[in-house]
C-alpha cells in the first residue's frame, strides 16, 4: 500500500512570493490534514477535510492561505503571499474514516522564506 | 478545547536505559491516542495507536499505555539504543477525527 505522497520536499522562497503544495493521500483514506510545523514546536492543524469537504479551518490564516482538495483525492495547500513566519515544514496526513481511526503522514515540505 | 502537554520536553539519557516519556490531554472524550517519532527533517512514523477501549500497546522494546479516566499516557522505551534518538509526539482522536498534538519530546541517547 502507498504512503502519503506529498511534493515538493523542499522549497525556498522569498517572501510576498506565492506558493503551493500537493498531496496525495493513502487511497480510500477520507480525512485528509494538513498541518504546519514551526523549528521545536508539534504540528498544528491548519485544515482538515472530510472528502471533499472542510471539517476544520480555524486555525488556517485565510488572508493568505488557502487549500482545495478537489474529488475528494488530492489536495493542495497554496501560500499567496508568503511571510518570514510561515518558515516551517507543512505536514499531510490522511485517515480512513471506517474502522479505527490512525493517521499516517507523508515527509513533509520545508518551506523557507527569505 | 482539548490540550495535549507531553513531558519531559527534552531527555538525555545514556544507552541501555530504560525510559517512560508522558503525555496527558484535557479531555477524556478521546477515540484513539497514536504515538509518533519524528526524526530531524522528516515526517511522522506511527509508532503505536491505542484505542479507547485499550489499556496499552506493545510493539517490539516500545509499550505505550493509556488511562482515558485520568488524561493520562506513557511511552515506555527498554533497553534504549542512540537509533532511539528522535522527537517522540503524541496525537488524540476526537470526534470528526479531530487530531491534536502535544508539543513532543526531543529524546537523545548518548553512546
Known amino acids: 500500500e502507498a504512503g502519503v505522497a506529498q511534493s515538493p520536499r523542499y522549497k525556498i522562497i522569498e517572501k510576498r512570493q506565492s506558493v503551493a503544495f500537493w498531496c496525495n493521500p493513502i487511497s480510500g483514506h477520507a480525512t485528509l490534514y494538513w498541518y504546519q510545523q514551526i523549528l521545536g514546536q508539534g504540528p498544528k492543524l491548519l485544515i482538515q477535510f472530510q472528502n471533499n469537504g472542510v471539517v476544520d479551518d480555524s486555525q488556517l490564516p485565510k488572508d493568505r492561505f488557502s487549500a482545495e482538495r478537489l474529488k475528494g483525492v488530492d489536495s493542495t495547500l497554496k501560500i499567496q503571499p508568503a511571510k518570514l513566519e510561515d518558515s516551517a515544514v507543512y505536514l499531510c496526513?490522511?485517515?480512513?474514516?471506517?474502522?479505527?481511526?490512525?493517521?499516517?503522514f507523508g515527509q513533509g515540505t520545508r518551506l523557507t522564506v527569505v | 478545547k482539548q490540550e495535549v502537554t507531553q513531558i519531559p520536553a527534552a531527555l538525555s539519557v545514556p544507552e541501555g536505559e530504560n525510559l517512560v516519556l508522558n503525555c496527558s490531554f484535557t479531555d477524556s472524550a478521546i477515540y484513539n491516542l497514536q504515538w509518533f517519532r519524528q526524526d530531524p527533517g522528516k515526517g511522522l512514523t506511527s509508532l503505536l495507536l491505542?484505542?479507547?477501549?485499550?489499556r496499552e500497546q506493545t510493539s517490539g522494546r516500545l509499550n505505550a499505555s493509556l488511562d482515558k479516566s485520568s488524561g493520562r499516557s506513557t511511552l515506555y522505551i527498554a533497553a534504549s539504543q542512540p537509533g532511539d534518538s528522535a522527537t517522540y509526539l503524541c496525537a488524540v482522536f476526537q470526534g470528526a477525527q479531530k487530531l491534536v498534538f502535544g508539543q513532543g519530546t526531543r529524546l537523545t541517547i548518548n553512546p
Open positions: 491505542i484505542q479507547s477501549s485499550q
Open positions: 496526513a490522511s485517515s480512513s474514516y471506517r474502522g479505527r481511526a490512525e493517521a499516517f
